[in-house]
Structures are given as C-alpha cells and as structure tokens.
C-alpha cells in the first residue's frame, strides 16, 4: 500500500502495540538498548511486520533524535517527530503521529523511549539535579536558585492557600498510588504507605516530602499506531484514538498566569471535545505524576472535579484513585510508586492501553460498576514546571 492510494480520506487510528523494557534497577543496560528491547516487543506484541512501520518519533536521546535511534533501531521512516516538551512528549507525540496516519502521510508509527536515569546517577555518569540551562527566558529565574521540584512545590502552595488544600490531602495522592502499585509485580515500589508516612518523610520542597515525589528508575515503553486497514492483520485487539489535545502556556514560572491552574485545562477541553466525550464517561485516568501536586491539578483541569475541589476528591478516605474507585487513577502505581525514568508520558499510554484491552490478571484489571471491561480512558502527560499538556482520549475496540 502507498499513500497515494490512500486519497484524501481521513483514517481511523488504532494502538496495535505496546510494550515495557525491562525497567526499575537495570544497570547493565544503554538507553538505546532500553529502546530496541521496547520496540521489539510492542512490535511483537502487534503481530505485524516491521516492514510496515513508516514513521517514527523520539526524543531525550542523541544529538539528531530520532535520527540516531531510528538507525539504531534499522528503521528508515518517511515521516518523523522530535517534538521535545518533557513529560507530555508522549502524548504530544501520539496527536501528530494520529493525525498524520489519519491524513494518509504514514501508516504505522512507532513511539519509543529509553533512560537509564537511576543507573547513571548510581555509576556516577550525572548528577541528580536536573538543569534546563540559563539561556532565553530561564536566564532570569536562574539566579534565584529554585529547582524544578521547587517550582511545583511552590505551585502546590498557591492552591493550599488560595483553596484551602490540605497536606494530607496531597499525600492521599501517594497513598493511593501506592495502594494501586501493590497490585502490580512489575511496580518498584509496593510496600502500603498512609498519610502519616508521607508527612513523617525529609522535606524535599516545602510542602513536599519524599514521597509526594516520583521515583527515580530505569526503563523504557513503545506504542504502536496504525491505520485501520492494519487492525485485522494484528494479533491483539485494537485500541482507537479518539481524540487528542496538546497545549503549551509558559516558559517561566513568572509568565504564569495562575499557579492553580495546568496546561491540561486546554489540552483536556480539546481531546474531549473532538473524541465527543464528557469527562463523566471516562473510566479511569492516567495522570502524569512526578508531584502528588500534579494529579490533583491535573483532574481538577480535566473536569473529573470543580477548581479548587481536588483535595477533597483525592481524599484516601474516599479512595477514589484506588483500583475500585470511582475513577481509578494511575493503575499501575503512576511514576510515585511504578517507575519515571524520566519523559513518562509514554508509559501512561501503555497502561491505559493495557487495561481497555482487558488482558491483564484480575487483581491488575480495571472494570465498571457493572463488572464489565472499561471502555474509556484518558491519558495527560505534563511537561517542564506545567509548561506544557498532551492529553489522549482512548477507546476499546
């Protein structure tokens, strides 16, 4: 098949693949090996064949991505992205690669990361604080000295203040993502944690403590998209891109308008709106989480709750966030308690994809009230200090 057989009609598209490298403590292995080992497997785990993947995107490694790991990889793609946006990448990445498959300018595309972020700091290959540099617009905050954990500890206060959201409210968040990890064997962290824990932890960034921050490990994930045409050669059944949203809003953290509110208000609005969802039919999220912060905002943004309501609706004693909860959220222990090498925006989308697929053990696996599988699901990746949102709405085949 070639794309000028594909006319001007716009195409349905499905996830076909999906896959994790081996992650956690993985200290005998490159990040372009991290990468190879994903992308085998979601290409296994679709059935097809890899002559059909056309398109590629990646970011955070070398100094030409995707060039570099597509040749690393033997993939020699007609179409590419590089967009780099931090956490929301994956996301970001997965509306363009969407929207060209759909547009006829590729037919399958595969998005793959890798980082050994744990293993480096472990062999001493780089330090554990995260520099974005001092040129442009971040040569004015520099100076002052904060670190990107404190500028979303500091975001985090505006909404105590302005909201009267709690510290254990917060911490409810890690609760609760603990709670969904224990679930899942391939998690870092399992061990239950309460709300006392994460208060009787350091002080990382005042209000956060250790365990209102994400995990540092290794790994890496691959996703797969195709056209329709593509869905009845796969092995799996296929999961539909329904709609997509990206946004950015800010470069610092004094050009942002208003702390209590993410870049997910606009990209949610927009996924929803063009999947032709409301918010209330979604059955569960996964949320990008490198602060407890991040979820709460995130879902208030997305319109699971009103502004200023997130505290009381992540409240562990409401256990909403939970496996059996009204929304699930972050189902295989988010980056708080699974694994965050780093950009996890793309780890999202696999177990969003992995639970509307309805394959995993009963202990792992998602399911309405009525006991049936899920449906719907959404996945919000953020990126920098909330400078930028990707969100994707999927759909069960």
């Not at 996703?223 to 796969?234: H, I, M, S």
Request: proline share 4%; glycine share 12%; aromatic share 6%.
């Amino acid at each position: 098949m070639t794309h000028a057989t594909l006319g001007h009609s716009r195409r349905k598209v499905a996830v076909v693949g999906i896959s994790l490298s081996d992650c956690g403590r993985v200290d005998q292995a490159t990040p372009y090996a991290l990468h190879a080992q994903a992308a085998r497997r979601a290409l296994a785990d679709s059935g097809l064949d890899r002559s059909v993947i056309d398109g590629f995107a990646s970011a955070g490694l070398g100094v030409l991505a995707p060039a570099e790991v597509a040749d690393y990889l033997g993939l020699r793609p007609t179409w590419v992205d590089s967009t780099s946006v931090g956490g929301s990448t994956w996301e970001v990445m997965a509306a363009h690669a969407a929207d060209a498959i759909a547009a006829g300018h590729a037919n399958a595309v595969l998005l793959v990361y890798g980082s050994t972020a744990r293993a480096d700091i472990r062999a001493g290959r780089r330090t554990g604080d995260l520099s974005f540099g001092a040129r442009g617009p971040l040569q004015f905050e520099v100076p002052y000295g904060h670190t990107l954990v404190a500028k979303y500890a500091m975001a985090a206060r505006r909404h105590m203040h302005t909201y009267g959201t709690t510290l254990e409210q917060l911490a409810s968040v890690a609760v609760q993502a603990r709670a969904n990890a224990a679930r899942n064997p391939e998690a870092m962290f399992r061990d239950p944690v309460t709300v006392d824990d994460v208060l009787a932890g350091p002080v990382i960034a005042d209000p956060f403590t250790k365990l209102h921050c994400c995990i540092r490990s290794d790994g890496g994930a691959a996703v797969l998209l195709a056209a329709e045409e593509y869905v009845r050669d796969c092995r799996t059944a296929p999961v539909w891109v329904l709609g997509t949203g990206e946004h950015v809003s800010h470069t610092t953290m004094s050009e942002w308008a208003d702390f209590t509110v993410s870049p997910a208000a606009v990209s949610g609005r927009l996924a929803f709106g063009r999947a032709g969802v409301r918010p209330a039919e979604i059955d569960f999220a996964e949320i990008y989480d490198a602060f407890t912060y991040m979820t709460l905002v995130t879902l208030e943004d997305l319109g699971f709750c009103a502004k200023g309501e997130g505290g009381a609706f992540v409240d562990a004693a409401k256990g909403r966030l939970l496996m059996g909860g009204e929304l699930p959220v972050n189902t295989d222990g988010g980056g708080l308690s699974a694994q965050h090498p780093g950009m996890r925006g793309l780890f999202l989308l696999v177990e969003a994809v992995r639970q509307l697929r309805g394959d995993l053990p009963r202990e792992r696996q998602v399911r309405r009230p009525d006991g049936t599988l899920p449906e719907l699901a959404v996945a919000s990746g953020t990126g920098g200090w909330f400078c930028s949102s990707g969100t994707v709405v999927l759909g069960r085949g």
